[in-house]
């Protein structure tokens, strides 16, 4: 037998002991017990799942939940009524609780565990993690109280089962208080999330089986409260004229909610988290991953899974395992995305071993379904008939070029997710009118406050994209450096010429502003670029002047802040709007504090007296992440 890492054998070995979302299927030590970071990689890629899935998954199996606490509450209430010892009463009390976990239904407090441990890793953001609790509870409060209505109208219970009923409810929402309701819910948290932790060591269902079947069988036995089977009582005891709606979810549903998520998230999950190392994430899905979520994103994004480090479908695996400089091209339509194809073709052409990743992303409409119908087969489908034109273009430009067809409800935000997945070294893309320049960058405002770009973009307003002459207003900074980079390409590829411009405020600053040019354009490879100096000081106006002779505007994003742009006009799109010429917006991922982008001026300091030829004076402009040119 061959020890070669492509051995047929130990690829079965590896399929058997690996699920395809690599998470481990059985011990690494001993095949039959897993270790504290095993189950908490188990643990993860089931939360993955849970938590991208669709609204409509989420809340249809959070109703079944729901609609299965009837069956415990049922039992519950039955068995109590035809028995007076309190132990065969709640012998029947898990059933639906088994139902719910081994069948795979989602529970709120089930919940408290495998989402939360993805959250606490940073791989899905705090919004996210909230709106899978809201949907899955409102699933199981609709199915508890769809429950509640046919044990109430349905015949179900007999008089004397009835009245059992109705004082195992009451004995919580009138004969237990608040803080007693709280401390008692927060056990029973524990107990949950507890099972679900140990569901996930269980290699067998009959482990599990049992497993849940002894923890619930605790709830009622310690006189513990579980939220929704208590939401479930309140809604019955409502129905039946016993309670007021609203005395019944302030003081009995609300301290059992707040205390099974205390329960289960800090007791639980948070101390199983904090009993693993740092190989808990070695696994398939999230192999390669070198950053989590930024704090503005955790707190404020709507990242999750496989959302943010998805699993590759076989295109983009090829593409992230290529060691090549590689541009993504996003088209919506193969035969008018052309000119903006050839342009990225060109600039990718500069680099060693380069290839260019054309995505056409097809909008599809709120009503298709993409995912039954074969409706996403069909629109690729005809979307690569149409594609000869691209092909063409690698042949003409000498790139390499692969094409992915993408068919999606929110098209604008599958780019950044896009690059996200396969991480290409530049995108370059159409804006819309609609979409980006409203906010003068390249994401919407709210993703521009929580996301950090993936790669450089470069976004191109497509008046003939003619790339002969190229104007690049700048006061330093990485986005006029990508700017010029762009710029420094086409350069070599088309001949273009290329157009430095400085703006100062008087003819006083002249020297200063020469000598920051002449090292800047040295620093940027473009030497040989034709340098102005506008001393107006009025910079909106020196590029309108300056763009009269060009075809392309090269500046870069506005690094003022979201509310400072509410608060006054953005010069970008004075500069888009009125030069006749294209016009490029060149962004890098910045690194700004949540407070920058939301309140940032974008103000540099404009003293340059001690700017000297040949040097470049980190205060005017060298690495300081500001607006070009927008001071």
């Known amino acids: ?27 690494e030590v001993l095949r039959d017990r897993f270790s504290a970071d095993e189950v908490f990689q188990r643990v993860v890629a089931a939360a993955d799942e849970e938590i991208t899935s669709g609204v409509r998954e989420l809340f249809f199996s959070a109703v079944a939940a729901g609609f299965a606490i009837t069956i415990t509450f049922l039992l519950y209430a ?6 007076d010892n309190p132990v ?21 407090t089930e919940n408290t565990l495998p ?36 044990l109430a109208y349905g015949g179900v219970f007999d008089a004397k089962t009835s009245t059992k009923a109705i004082e195992l409810a009451e004995k919580g929402a009138f004969e237990t208080g608040w803080w007693s309701l709280f401390f008692k819910a927060v056990f029973a948290g524990l107990i949950v999330a507890g099972v679900v932790w140990v569901v996930f060591s269980a290699t067998d269902t009959v482990s599990r089986l049992l497993v849940v079947y002894i923890a619930f069988l605790a709830i009622p036995l310690g006189n513990l409260f579980h939220v929704v089977v208590s939401f479930t009582e309140v809604i019955y005891l409502v129905l039946l004229d016993r309670l007021a709606l609203l005395p019944g979810l302030t003081g009995f549903v609300l301290p059992v909610l707040l205390g099974n998520t205390l329960g289960g998230v800090v007791l639980v999950t948070v101390v199983n988290y904090f009993q693993t190392s740092e190989r808990r994430l070695e ?96 629109i690729e489908a005809e979307s690569s008939k149409r594609m000869q034109d691209i092909y063409a273009l690698g042949e003409k430009c000498d790139v390499d070029i692969t094409v992915t067809s993408l068919a999606s409800h929110h098209a604008f935000e599958e780019i950044f997710d896009m690059a996200r997945r396969t991480q290409p070294e530049l995108v370059a893309m159409e804006w819309g009118d609609h979409q980006l320049w409203h906010a003068a960058r390249a994401e919407r405002p709210l993703d521009e406050i929580t996301n950090q770009l993936p790669c450089d973009f470069a976004i191109f307003k497509d008046r003939g994209l003619d790339p ?58 473009l030497a040989d670029a034709e340098q102005i100096v506008d001393t107006g000081g009025d910079i909106e106006a020196a590029i309108k002047r300056a763009a009269d002779n060009a075809t392309l505007v090269a500046i870069g994003a506005t690094e003022r802040g979201l509310i400072s742009r509410l608060a006054s006009d953005s010069l970008h799109l004075d500069v888009v709007n009125e030069v006749e010429c294209s016009v490029l917006l ?17 103000q540099r300091d404009k003293d340059r007296s001690d700017i000297t030829p040949g040097s470049h004076n980190a205060k005017t402009g060298g690495d300081d992440t500001v607006a070009d040119p927008e001071e």
């Not at 065969?88 to 709120?108: A, D, E, K, R, T």
């Not at 006029?480 to 430095?500: P, R």
Request: net charge negative; charged share 20%; glycine share 10%.
């Open 78 to 83: 039955s068995l109590s009524a035809a028995s």
């Open 88 to 108: 065969i009463g709640v012998m029947l009390y898990p059933l639906g609780f088994i139902y719910i976990i081994i069948g795979g239904y989602q529970l709120y």
């Open 283 to 378: 696994n398939a899905r999230f192999e390669g991953l070198s950053r989590r979520l930024t704090l503005p994103e955790w707190v404020f994004g709507r990242f999750a899974g496989r959302s943010y480090v998805p699993i590759l479908d076989s295109v983009e695996a090829t593409l992230v395992g290529e060691d090549r400089y590689r541009v993504m091209v996003p088209i919506t339509n193969p035969r008018t995305d052309t000119e903006l194809v050839e342009l990225a073709a060109r600039i990718a052409g500069q680099q060693e071993n380069a290839t260019v990743h054309v995505v056409h992303i097809i909008q599809a409409p709120e009503q298709l379904s993409l995912v039954s119908g074969g409706n996403i087969e069909r």
């Open 586 to 602: 060149a962004e890098r991922p910045s690194s700004r504090s949540l407070l920058k982008r939301l309140f940032g001026s974008g």
């Open 1 to 27: 037998m061959s020890d070669s890492p492509s051995d047929p054998e130990d690829s079965v070995r590896e399929a058997v002991e690996r699920s395809r979302s690599g998470a481990p299927a059985v011990g």
């Open 468 to 525: 002969s002459d190229i104007l690049i207003p700048t006061a330093g900074g990485p986005d006029s450096g990508l700017s010029a980079e762009i710029a420094a390409a086409l350069q070599s590829a088309v001949g273009a010429s290329v157009t430095l411009l400085h703006v100062v405020d008087d003819p006083s600053e002249t020297a200063a502003g020469e000598a920051f040019l002449d090292s800047w354009a040295a620093e940027h490879d």
């Open 115 to 150: 989402p939360v441990a993805l959250t606490i890793e940073r791989l899905a953001s705090l919004p996210t993690l909230l709106r899978h609790w809201l949907i899955v509870l409102t699933g199981n409060f609709t199915g508890g109280a769809i429950g509640a209505v046919a």
